[in-house]
């Protein structure tokens, strides 16, 4: 939210500057964005006047004047203004000056052979309105040779932060209140009185929709005239970012913006009988004051007459009955509407306003008839006219909340004790009603406050304005000895896992846990769905990711878009399934994305080389390691999913049923879905499913002995089957002997001459481990028995 010091100052009586202000706000907890100062841009531009103006030689729309700066001899300027002339005093951008509206910096140049040492200056070129049919014409008294910026005079513009549990700050009046109560001035009362009606309100005014709309007031005033809006207010409207429009409507802005209390005026002329709040029909329509139509359902709320819907309640007014130059009577609208219905009603539309933005959070219940006094006096001042007596519709609700405090709880729950007086000061400056004494106060909470439902709120007020930087810092207490570990076992997994990641060369990604629908459903688990939000920041971040593969495809993709040779990313996070029944799930994974070149083209091994499905294997199998999963015991098999290759694909498995991991190459349906080129290969641990490990039975690991006789490795070449993996045969040699084989890995797997046809040649190693003596040939030959057999039952035959 924006606004003008000035405009404060007719609320806040203060002598604080700029700067004061802005750190005071930040400390309140409404936090400054940023401070503009338009007179700062201004700072080389000087009030002069103009002496002479011939016409240009060269140009009949051109004047060459004489401009007296106020110091030294009179400058030459080239000027093509229509109301350029001697005598007029106006603005001159010296050289070096730069223009605020288009950021061009002047310097001495010839205009059509002339030269010209400056520019005499519009109102839009200076950024201080639209204006731009002549140069700025200022009073004849205005003292030549001033920097125009002092002339103008300095009103910074704040842009405030305000949070959802603030709606009593969107309005400037609010903001001052918090200032006057942390000390930087004294809050202006709001003029009471109302304005009496001189004639009965010639309108009916109701409401249909109790609900969406539980009070509707209204008063007529004939005879207005319309027009542009005084400079003061004009002034205050564009220091708040917004654009003055005329009297009437600038008069509602004014209100919104300086109270929070959204208001509207519409030409009672285009208006046709009664004036209802009403629920909308299914199917009917409107055009907003945005030039856009729109089709409402039965739960919005509108504001009608006989004709039709002339307003969207509580988002914005209506094309049609919108006030023009031509506007002589008014109806003025003054309601209050439910928070909840608004924010429904503005989603589905995809409608924001300033009005939707403060009637979702909550405006002040109690300020219906004092807002509609205040605008009724602002258009009678600026519009004339004659008020009509108020009708009021309907019942706001009271608003009406007390709460038990104890004062000793800001000091237990705040950590700094506040005196019980200054305590008092403080909540009643903010509003709030004290009564009692002692440990036990009953505080009665404004209307304007429904962020304050409990003393936890009391305390959180105290503590702000009386200063969170009073609060002392205090170490938390901390037992004797060693201290203990504070780490769960998930978070110590995610440690050494995302270190490991880091070690093998992969960059950390952070990506969205929310995604495109479409982008959701491409990995949907097998129960079918995604989690969708009802309120989501953007429609494309709508869906809770099924996998954190999505997010990092996207992330390789804008990489290898942007030159990346080689990308090499992880995540670490949650993914977010239907459990039974539909209940949410978390669960841990880790995600790679390996894509682009594997190894760079060189002399050793000429073209570049691209990741494939054994780099997506070998980063699943060291990170399940890391993670301390059994990796000597899983199983290569297939199904790893729809989003991967069919042939270029595996899962790794603990038993039929418990998947670990899933690897492989990018299937082309899905990178066709994510627009993304070349080899991409892909990794997905599921680390929820990593059985824990055995608790151990003491502090220290076993003392490692190492064997005292040397180890034996012997090699063995089977004939298997196309159909069997390799690590089927491997894990079966393993197995064949458990005493005296210790590892065993493939080193050769050959396909052709000498092979029959539908098998391969698969070469093991096997590493074996004498205890107590050293193996004989009668002993290395049981064991080389025991694993030719063992290789059987997978089909395997030894090489002969």
Request: overall charge negative.
């Amino acid at each position: 939210m924006k606004f003008a010091l000035s405009w404060l100052k007719t609320f806040l009586d203060t002598e604080a500057d700029a700067d004061t202000i802005a750190k005071k706000l930040t400390a309140l907890g409404l936090e400054i964005e940023g401070v503009e100062d338009a007179s700062a841009a201004l700072a080389k531009f000087k009030v002069a006047r103009v002496l002479t103006a011939e016409k240009h030689p060269q140009a009949d729309k051109l004047q060459v004047l004489t401009v007296d700066t106020g110091e030294g001899a009179p400058l030459q300027v080239v000027c093509g203004a229509p109301n350029a002339r001697a005598g007029l005093v106006g603005v001159l951008g010296v050289p070096g000056a730069v223009v605020p509206a288009n950021g061009m910096t002047l310097k001495v140049a010839a205009v059509r052979g002339v030269e010209s040492n400056g520019m005499m200056c519009s109102t839009r070129e200076l950024g201080l309105g639209e204006e731009h049919d002549g140069i700025i014409e200022l009073p004849a008294d205005a003292p030549v040779g001033t920097s125009f910026a002092d002339y103008l005079g300095s009103d910074p513009v704040f842009d405030v932060a305000i949070t959802p549990n603030r709606p009593d700050c969107m309005g400037v009046y609010g903001i001052a209140r918090d200032l006057a109560a942390a000390g930087l001035g004294t809050l202006k009362p709001i003029a009471t009185g109302g304005v009496a009606g001189s004639y009965p309100c010639p309108v009916e005014v109701r409401t249909d929709d109790p609900q969406g709309c539980p009070a509707f007031y209204g008063r007529v005033i004939r005879g207005v005239k319309n027009g542009p809006s005084p400079k003061w207010l004009q002034d205050a409207l564009k220091g708040a970012g917004q654009r003055p429009i005329s009297a009437l409507v600038d008069a509602t802005n004014y209100i919104m913006l300086g109270y929070g209390r959204p208001a509207h005026a519409y030409d009672l002329a285009k208006l046709t009988g009664a004036v209802v709040a009403r629920r909308a029909v299914d199917g009917e329509g409107v055009t907003a004051l945005n030039g856009k139509h729109y089709v409402l359902d039965a739960g919005m709320t509108v504001i009608a007459d006989e004709a039709g819907v002339h307003d969207i309640a509580g988002i914005m007014g209506g094309e049609h009955s919108g006030c023009s130059d031509e506007t002589t009577d008014v109806l003025l609208e003054v309601a209050y509407f439910n928070p909840q219905r608004i924010a429904r009603t503005g989603q589905a539309l995809a409608l924001s306003s300033d009005a939707r933005t403060r009637f979702e959070r909550g405006v002040d219940p109690a300020f219906l008839d004092t807002g509609l006094d205040l605008l009724t006096k602002l258009i009678l001042e600026i519009c004339g006219g004659e008020a009509s007596d108020v009708v009021r519709a309907g019942t706001p609700p009271s608003g009406h909340k007390t709460v038990a405090y104890d004062p000793a709880l800001a000091g237990r729950l705040g950590g700094i004790d506040v005196a019980r007086g200054e305590q008092q000061r403080i909540l009643e400056a903010l509003g709030f009603g004290v009564v009692g004494s002692g440990d036990r106060w009953t505080v009665s909470v404004p209307s304007w406050r429904p962020d304050v439902d409990g003393a936890a709120d009391l305390v959180e007020e105290v503590i702000r304005v009386h200063g969170l930087d009073a609060v002392p810092s205090v170490a938390l207490p901390r037992a004797d000895g060693v201290a203990r570990p504070t780490a769960t076992a998930v978070q110590l997994l995610e440690r050494r896992v995302r270190r490991a990641a880091a070690a093998r060369g992969l960059n950390e990604a952070v990506t969205w846990s929310f995604l495109p629908e479409s982008e959701a459903a491409h990995f949907a688990d097998d129960n079918g769905g995604v989690w969708t939000l009802a309120n989501p920041i953007s429609e494309d971040l709508k869906a809770m990711r099924p996998s954190l593969l999505p997010g990092l495809l996207g992330a390789a993709k804008r990489n290898l878009d942007r030159g990346a040779a080689s990308v090499r990313l992880f995540e670490l996070g949650r993914r977010y399934l239907r459990g039974e029944g539909g209940a949410s799930d978390e669960k841990l994974s880790l995600a790679v994305v390996l894509a682009g070149e594997s190894a760079a083209r060189g002399w050793a091994t000429g073209k570049a080389r691209g990741f494939d499905a054994f780099d997506a294997k070998a980063e699943a199998l060291a990170l399940l390691g890391e993670a301390g999963a059994p990796v000597e015991n899983l199983q290569v098999m297939g199904e790893a999913g729809p989003q991967f290759h069919p042939g270029q694909s595996a899962t790794l498995r603990l038993g039929p049923k418990q998947v670990l991991a899933r690897f492989g190459m990018i299937h082309p349906a899905t990178a066709k879905a994510f627009d993304i080129d070349g080899p991409v290969a892909l990794v997905e641990l599921f680390l929820d499913r990593i059985p824990p490990k055995k608790a151990q039975s003491g502090f220290a690991r076993a003392a490692y002995a190492p064997p005292a006789l040397q180890a034996v490795t012997r090699d063995f070449a089977f004939l298997l089957p196309l159909g069997v993996p390799a690590g089927d045969l491997l894990r079966s040699v393993k197995g064949a002997d458990k005493a005296n084989i210790v590892s065993a890995r493939v080193f050769d797997d050959f396909r052709g001459a000498g092979v029959p046809e539908g098998h391969k040649s698969v070469a093991i190693e096997v590493t074996l481990q004498p205890v107590e003596k050293s193996y004989d040939e009668a002993a290395l030959k049981a064991i080389a028995d025991r694993i030719v057999a063992a290789a059987a039952k997978q089909g395997a035959t030894l090489r002969g």
